[in-house]
């Protein structure tokens, strides 16, 4: 299993079933798992508990500056499931370095239990998010 994790990091996320068709070990597992992932891929999250838990985590570890001057994140908002896309509305999106993203990825993650689900992260001004 480790070779199997190194080998795929970027499905970290994605979780793993042993199985034996041989003996017939865990193979009604897979349904289950296939099931459960399927929930999460179709998760809504509610804007002010998403809200909640961006704040949290910038409080937690605050946004870097972007030349001297403060990266703000207004609000968040989930827009499309299947898989679960959310944007940031950001008065400096383009400052949003990829670790911080990835950060705000993981506790997304945990926070709502994305089992086996990709998250897409956007961030977007204040303008381009009220044009769409």
């Not at 597992?29 to 509610?46: G, L, M, N, W």
């Not at 570890?61 to 679960?84: E, I, N, R």
Request: proline share 6%.
């Amino acid at each position: 299993i480790a070779t199997l994790k190194r080998k795929f990091r970027f499905l970290e996320y994605a979780p793993v079933i042993t199985t034996s068709c041989l003996k017939a070990r865990h193979i009604d597992e897979i349904k289950h798992k296939i099931i459960e992932v399927y929930e999460c891929f179709s998760k809504r999250i509610p804007t002010s508990l998403l809200n909640s838990v961006i704040n949290q985590a910038t409080q937690k570890h605050p946004l870097p500056s972007d030349g001297g001057k403060l990266v703000k994140v207004y609000y968040a908002t989930q827009f499309a499931t299947k898989p679960p896309q959310i944007s940031l509305i950001m008065n400096r999106p383009k400052a949003l370095h990829f670790s911080y993203k990835r950060y705000l990825i993981n506790t997304l993650r945990k926070e709502f239990n994305f089992l086996g689900t990709p998250l897409i992260l956007n961030a977007k001004d204040k303008k381009s998010a009220q044009q769409n």
